[in-house]
């Protein structure tokens, strides 16, 4: 966005001078000119005052971005009292209400509305400014978090192609024990078991849970119902243990009689066994489709058991801008 030479009213000398220059380069530096006049109607507002309102007008930002105070507070990793102090900071030094009581929540004023666009507006354009400089300058390092059978039969085997388009990024991944619960502490991102429903992270929809028998072919010619596989040997992963009391359940099963079998580690070794004609395992379908379109694995029975659940890319939402994670969000997306 210009800034006309009328816009400089009312800056420092040092101000103007910043801003000339800027204009001069072409800098996509975002013009904080606009929220200025966007706002002098309320005779705030001197833009010597900016400096001192960075710090409240990113945690209004935050506010409007989560959608509320409580929420801004888990993004921001301070208390909503924190929170609440500084839009009150904010709302003095404009000398203007920026939200309003409706119920238990709170939202904008129409001054808050009209605010609220334009800095949105100017942290967007001000953070792509710096991942154009952050993009060549810092560490390229992305840390990730993973149940080892998603790392080792989902990610790893298409991470190729990541690496073809950004060979300069570092990645590391850690395993961990359950998806169901994996915290972002010491890591940019982690993928997730459950609805999506988490208000602290931005997230990115990988593939829902569906369940479905696998085994080797020479195994399967004995394979027709569902009540033939209480016959058979079954294979455990000690990470899903209920799902094959789901998969009997979906296919009308509902109380069948103890479910022998061999209970291993994970998935990842369940499919193994499995392919090795150990028994049947019970299978997340996005883990084995390569390995039944190669013929390695055959279905068992043709019935899928879904859920509400799926598994999700999470971020913190404060690094979603970095390089690393940036990159790698998009290149996710594309996957399937």
């Known amino acids: 966005m210009a800034c006309g030479l009328s816009d400089l009213i009312g800056l420092s000398l040092r101000e103007k001078d910043v801003a000339i220059r800027y ?26 005052s900016l400096r001192a309102l960075l710090g409240p007008l990113r945690v209004f930002d935050a506010v409007c971005r989560a959608k509320g105070v409580t929420r801004a507070a888990q993004v921001l990793h301070v208390t909503p009292g924190a929170v609440s102090q500084q839009i009150k900071q904010l709302e003095v030094g404009l000398g203007a ?13 129409a001054v808050g509305e009209r605010l609220a666009h334009r800095v ?8 792509d400014a710096l991942n154009d400089v952050a993009d060549h300058q ?13 790392a080792i039969r989902w990610l790893v085997p298409r991470l190729q192609r990541f690496y073809a388009q950004h060979p300069d990024i570092d990645l590391e991944i850690a395993t961990i024990a359950m998806a169901d619960d994996i ?3 010491g890591a940019d991102c ?19 849970d569906e369940f479905l028998p696998v085994c080797a072919p020479n195994l399967a010619s004995h394979l027709q119902t569902p009540q033939d596989l209480l016959q058979a040997n079954l294979l455990h992963s000690m990470m899903r243990p209920e799902a094959w009391s789901l998969w009997f359940s979906s296919a009308h099963l509902v109380d069948p009689p103890r479910l022998h079998g061999i209970t291993l580690a994970n998935a990842a070794l369940c499919y193994q066994a499995a392919a090795d004609g150990l028994g049947v395992a019970i299978a997340q379908r996005a883990y084995v489709d390569d390995d039944i379109r190669s013929g390695r694995l055959v279905v068992a029975v043709d019935h899928v058991a879904r859920t509400e659940s799926g598994y999700y890319l999470v971020c913190d939402p404060l690094k979603a801008a970095e390089a690393p994670v940036r990159l790698f969000r998009d290149w996710i997306r594309s996957v399937r």
């Open 190 to 208: 982690a993928i997730r078991h459950g609805m999506g429903e988490w208000t602290d992270v931005e997230l990115d929809h990988l593939f829902d």
């Open 97 to 109: 209400q920026l939200f309003q009581k409706s119920g238990r929540e709170i939202e904008l004023t």
């Open 120 to 127: 949105s507006d100017a942290f967007d354009r001000l953070n």
């Open 23 to 48: 204009a001069a380069r072409g800098s996509s530096l975002p013009c904080f000119c606009s929220l200025y006049f966007g706002l002098k109607d309320l005779s705030l507002v001197a833009m010597q």
């Open 183 to 185: 915290r972002l502490e």
């Open 138 to 150: 810092l560490d390229k390092r992305l840390r990730l978090k993973v149940t080892p059978s998603l």
